[in-house]
């Protein structure tokens, strides 16, 4: 089976799906990740919010750079750990993506779709409260328009931290895969993340990750589980 993950951000695939992902590359699914947006430039100081980022000071945007390039890093090694040979970077703004053209990030995905030829997606969830996720799903949305397209199931999935802090919580899973097998490298995978993860009792911390997918375990008569809302599905 041939595996597309559409994330807004590095680390969204594993807080979402880190165990679904490496129970498909234990199966030898091809797995490719694709990472839209930078994720580090919303985190300017507030005094640079004034300024617009072309007019931002040469050495802000070299640490900006060397913050991207980490972070980059930190998800090669995370994909590493959960054997994805497939992995690929755009840089698009983090957390501006509302101002950019949807249908420029339409033809990015399109673009992958092409080269992928995915039979599944996975991607960010239509109501959490980053707004590059839901940019990121409407533009999977489209691209993944049923006339003449090789993807058969999309699927979305949770952003701890994002999916849970969006209210109306609109977040309702009708598909689980179990994953009690691979907690242990969902975590580790996370732990790669090192400007990410968390002390607990934050959502992105080791703690609340196991208890996270216990507790969908729980909902699906699994021992650990991850969630996810299934989209569409199309049958020959």
């Not at 680390?11 to 590359?25: C, Q, S, V, Y």
């Not at 839209?36 to 004034?50: C, D, F, N, Q, S």
């Not at 790669?192 to 609340?208: C, D, L, T, V």
Request: with cysteine; hydrophobic share 35%; glycine share 4%.
């Amino acid at each position: 089976m041939n595996i597309l993950i559409i994330a807004a951000h590095p680390d969204d695939e594993i807080l979402g799906m880190g165990g679904t992902i490496a129970k498909h590359t234990s199966q030898n699914d091809n797995v490719t990740i694709i990472y839209m947006a930078t994720g580090v430039t919303a985190r300017r100081e507030p005094p640079i919010l004034e300024h617009e980022v072309k007019n931002i000071p040469k050495k802000v945007q070299e640490v900006w750079q060397q913050e991207i390039e980490k972070l980059r890093q930190d998800a090669k090694k995370s994909a590493k750990l959960l054997n994805v040979k497939n992995v690929r970077f755009y840089d698009f703004p983090d957390n501006e993506m509302d101002g950019i053209q949807l249908l420029k990030v339409v033809k990015v995905i399109e673009k992958e779709i092409g080269k992928v030829k995915p039979d599944r997606i996975y991607t960010n969830h239509y109501s959490d409260l980053n707004v590059d996720h839901k940019v990121v799903f409407n533009a999977t949305l489209t691209a993944c328009r049923p006339s003449g397209s090789p993807v058969k199931e999309l699927l979305t999935f949770e952003v701890l931290s994002s999916t849970e802090w969006s209210y109306p919580y609109n977040f309702n899973p009708n598909y689980f895969i179990n994953v009690e097998k691979y907690v242990g490298e969902k975590i580790k995978a996370m732990k790669s993340f090192e400007s990410e993860i968390r002390k607990f009792p934050h959502p992105r911390s080791s703690e609340n990750i196991e208890h996270v997918v216990r507790r969908w375990g729980s909902v699906s008569g699994f021992k650990a589980a991850e969630a996810f809302e299934l989209i569409r599905r199309i049958d020959e």
